[in-house]
């Protein structure tokens, strides 16, 4: 099993910044790429940015230029750094784990992003 623990939402005006972070424990190990995403009142859940364990990422497009992930393999935490942040970046933020193993997902229990305009 695998735990995973969001941290650092809240409430910021539009253009200000925001850092989240993810706390994996349990059988850490079978991790390799992390991500996050995220779901907007009725809307899909969308991925947000993803890293590998060697430190590859990828962006939605949206995200680009202004999110940054990043993890520290020695603490099992992975951090998701947003700045300029939009009024339409909204939402429940999710950190996700997929078992390299198993193939099972892990999820965390989100974490509300707000901006105000």
């Known amino acids: 099993q695998v735990q995973l623990v969001e941290s650092g939402g809240g409430l910021v005006q539009a253009g200000g910044s925001l850092r989240l972070s993810c706390a994996a424990s349990g059988r850490v190990f079978v991790l390799t790429t992390m991500g996050w995403y995220r779901q907007a009142p009725g809307k899909q859940r969308e991925l947000v940015a993803r890293?590998?364990?060697?430190?590859?990422?990828n962006y939605a497009d949206s995200v680009k230029g202004r999110f940054t992930i990043s993890r520290d393999n020695a603490k099992n935490t992975m951090y998701l750094q947003m700045n300029s942040l939009k009024p339409e970046d909204t939402a429940v933020y999710y950190c996700?784990?997929?078992?390299?193993?198993?193939?099972?997902?892990?999820w965390g229990q989100g974490t509300q992003v707000t901006v105000s305009s």
């Open positions: 996700n784990a997929p078992d390299a193993v198993s193939g099972r997902d892990y």
């Open positions: 890293i590998t364990r060697a430190g590859s990422t």
